[in-house]
């Protein structure tokens, strides 16, 4: 994962199709939803996205179409979450809603500003173009990104940030 941060945002760019074509993947009996017909359907994906080593895996839905979709979308937020970048942010403002295409990238952004910042919220609030309250909350929409700011945070020494 050596060249991961440079290539990190063509990655979180790249169309569904492309992104898929980068990945090993795998289908499996899930156990979500789907009953009966559970048992006898590979309906769950796990993808691995090969340049990275990144996973991310979906089985909520009985179509593995849909969780096909689900788990690269998760892959993404993975990427955004695992691989940190040097240099200004590529994104600043407000993050975008939860489920936006755009989101991942925020996410990333929001890391790397944290991470070029100590993880002082003030400082890369700054960066980002926003107010130090206003950061945090949109940190703190999304659990996966608020557990990652934490855990860095303690492991620097720093409080825990409170929701």
């Known amino acids: 994962m050596a060249d991961a941060g440079e290539n990190r945002d063509r990655w ?17 009996r899930g156990s979500g939803p789907g009953g009966q017909k559970r048992n006898k359907t590979e309906s769950a994906v796990r993808v691995i996205h090969l340049p990275s080593g990144i996973s991310a895996e979906d089985d909520t839905s009985r179509s593995q179409h849909q969780n096909r979709l689900h788990a690269l979308r998760k892959l993404r937020l993975e990427i955004a979450l695992q691989v940190r970048q040097d240099g200004p942010p590529a994104v600043t403002g407000p993050a975008p809603g939860l489920k936006a295409e755009a989101f991942p990238r925020w996410v990333a952004a929001a890391l790397d500003a944290l991470a070029a910042n100590g993880f002082r919220l003030a400082d890369a609030a700054v960066q980002l173009g926003l107010s130090t309250s206003r950061f945090s909350k949109e940190l703190a929409k999304h659990s996966a990104v608020w557990q990652v700011v934490n855990k860095e945070r303690e492991r620097l020494g ?4 409170r929701q």
């Open 158 to 161: 720093l409080g825990l940030l």
């Open 12 to 28: 979180l760019a790249m169309s569904e199709d492309e992104l898929w074509r980068q990945c090993r993947h795998e289908t499996c």
